[in-house]
């Protein structure tokens, strides 16, 4: 079946201005990760979300960042108000419950 | 907290060479063990994984066993191509948590 999609697959934007990064998952699996690829930072988990339960959001760096899940199904990962440093590959993947982790092929942000 | 530590790359092999890329973990629990691999251009993929102690994980004739006692993981190949040029993650996860904590990342270059 299909893979986990994000969109777009490169963004370029202004110091300052609001971004909106995509990511469908696996159909059927109720687990949605959010991770962030940086030259400095290496990997690093932001959100996790499961079924209906509240996210786990201790990963996110700063109150710029939020993240939605609509339906369980589609998420939205917000940044409000780009800085330079968040400039780095934003990586979704998605799980059965307890199960592997399958990646998308991730956004590329990079902030001018 | 946990943590991954992966030998520093790059690693340059000719072909047809036997191929180990170290990983250690520290966890606070009972980890799975992964191993990612990223091909240029393209995203994370899963190669293998190990849920208990003992556990050999094996993919595309590279292995990996889970040791318990010197909290390792590492990958080998016996004889590695030029396609198998890529980033490769050794990564854990700790039941109960969710998120995968990563390695730095290993960059492997096998020329002909």
């Known amino acids: 079946g299909a893979g986990v999609s994000q969109s777009p697959s490169n963004k370029v934007t202004e110091k300052g201005k609001d971004v909106e990064l995509r990511c469908d998952p696996i159909s059927g699996h109720t687990a949605l990760y959010w991770y962030r690829q940086s030259l400095g930072q290496g990997l690093e988990f932001l959100i996790y979300f499961q079924g209906n339960s509240a996210p786990d959001k201790s990963g996110l760096p700063s109150d710029r960042f939020s993240a939605e899940r609509t339906g369980g199904s589609v998420s939205t990962l917000t940044i409000q108000r780009t800085q330079q440093e968040d400039s780095a590959v934003y990586l979704c993947a998605s799980s059965a419950q307890g199960e592997t982790q399958y990646f998308g092929p991730g956004t590329r942000l990079l902030v001018l | ?112």
């Open chain 2, 1 to 112: 907290g946990d943590s991954v530590t992966q030998m520093e790359g790059p690693v340059t092999l000719s072909e047809e060479a036997f191929l180990t890329i170290n990983c250690t973990y520290t966890a606070t629990g009972y980890p799975s063990l992964f191993w990612y691999v990223q091909y240029p251009g393209e995203g994370l993929q899963l190669l293998l994984k190990a849920t208990k102690a003992d556990d050999k994980g094996s993919n595309k004739g590279f292995e990996a066993t889970y040791r318990k006692e010197t909290t390792s993981f590492h990958l080998e190949k016996g004889s590695v191509q030029v396609s198998d040029s890529a980033v490769y993650f050794c990564a854990l996860i700790v039941i109960g948590f969710q998120k995968l904590v990563f390695g730095t990342g290993t960059r492997l270059l096998v020329s002909p």
